[in-house]
């Protein structure tokens, strides 16, 4: 069992759902098997992380203003 805890967060439902879709691509085309662990949000959001354009989404993050 794992020492860390996990603390649960409101997800953007959007965000969720565009997620969502992807792991129902990534299996359709055979990049990832019917199971929780490679069909998940916590795996979509690791991949995620390993993409080019995150670095590049985390720097317009911190300066881009909110839109009103």
Known sequence: MSSKQTIPIRVDVDFKEDM???S???FQKGLAKFNPKELGMSEMTRLLRKTIGYR???EELKTKPKKR
């Open 56 to 58: 590049m989404s985390l």
């Open 24 to 26: 129902e691509i990534r």
């Open 20 to 22: 969502k879709r992807i």
